[in-house]
């Protein structure tokens, strides 16, 4: 169960549904935010049901939502496995199965990080709806720990995000070839321009990088890849390129050109934007407040500190006088690191912990 059907997931929810060990079900009970401008989606290979949903929204990056329809929707449907998050699913799962044998597996993207700011009631809930839980799909090691700081004690297993790689992954020809005595460097940003995304932080160190390496300066553009309320300071902005919202191969033309990828993230679950980028073979420079910097980021690029506009110019300092080779073989090395997030692995893995199969090879740990 998840609130809408997202296009990234429909390589992964095909593959799950090709295995013959589940007849796999998608079950919708909401609506994108104003902020998600991804295409309409249509299932395509695996069973999809909309519950009724009355809701408004709430701004730019949510909305209020009320799934009137899911008890009776869980019910009709009788599921045997029911893979929730800890939200309005989770307590339709855990009411549907007061009458029926069902196991009750918890996707959790959350981390501490994000989390900070969760009040106590909602701590609460998921500590419920947690200790109520057969098992937890997790895709990293901070979310990993946050499910465990609220006390999962069951089998937690690490199936980490995935995209429609085949439309995205870049050849090591072709990134090696976009660093070859290049026209200008391109470091890009791609997301939704708001404040949690570190989009004003992000714009002062650029600026305060530019000032230090002025002729670098000349020759670097900040490229925007993205829309939201913070769009009129990044056009206000010397050296900085806005191509607003981008799909398809217009999106892969723009990030795949970049030669590096910047996410200064404040609080950000898991974006599958870093895998993107890994994807088209950027050198990254990311926040500890991105959720998968654990799993992305391995000698390819630069870790700076949430919220440290100094670290951040300094990194995007870096990004602008580095050598072609240094930054090339970063890209590379991301491209490397792709792999890991292979959507058909993805499926696989998810397949194991719902038939409960295969522990130890999709990493289970529960501790401290």
Known sequence: MQKYLAPYRQPMLRAMADDPSIDLALVCFGRPERRRQCATSTADGFAWVQAPVAGI?????????????????????????????????????????RRHPARLLIWSESTRVTEARATRLKEAFRRYVYGRSDGFVVPGSLARDYVVSLGATSDVREVRNSIDEAGMRGSIEEIADKFRLPARRVIAFSGSLIE??????????????????????????????????????????????????????????????????????????????????????????????????????????????????????????????????????????????????????????????IVGRGCAAVAAVVGP
């Open 57 to 97: 929204p709430l701004g730019y990056e949510s909305n209020f939502e009320l799934p009137i329809g899911l008890a009776a929707t869980l019910r009709n449907m009788a599921p045997d496995v029911v893979v929730c998050a800890p939200d309005w699913g989770g307590a339709a799962a855990l009411r549907y199965r």
């Open 196 to 353: 949690r995304k570190g989009i004003a932080l992000l714009l002062e160190a650029y600026g305060m990088a530019r000032a230090r390496h002025p002729d670098a300066a000349r020759r670097t553009t900040l490229r925007m890849i993205g829309d939201g309320p913070l769009r009129p300071a990044c056009e206000a902005s010397s050296g900085v390129e806005c191509m607003g919202h981008l799909a398809g191969d217009a999106y892969r033309t723009a990030l795949g050109g970049a030669h590096v990828f910047v996410l200064p993230s404040l609080a950000d679950c898991n974006p599958l934007v870093v895998i993107e980028a890994l994807n088209v073979g950027c050198a990254l420079i990311v926040s500890d407040g991105v959720g998968n910097y654990p799993e992305a980021l391995d000698g390819n690029g630069r870790l700076v500190a949430r919220g440290d506009v100094g670290e951040l110019s300094e990194a995007i300092g870096w990004a602008m006088t580095a050598a072609d080779a240094e930054l090339a073989q970063c890209a590379v090395r991301s491209r490397t690191i792709a792999v890991d997030f292979d959507a058909a692995t993805a499926a696989r893995n998810f397949v194991d912990a």
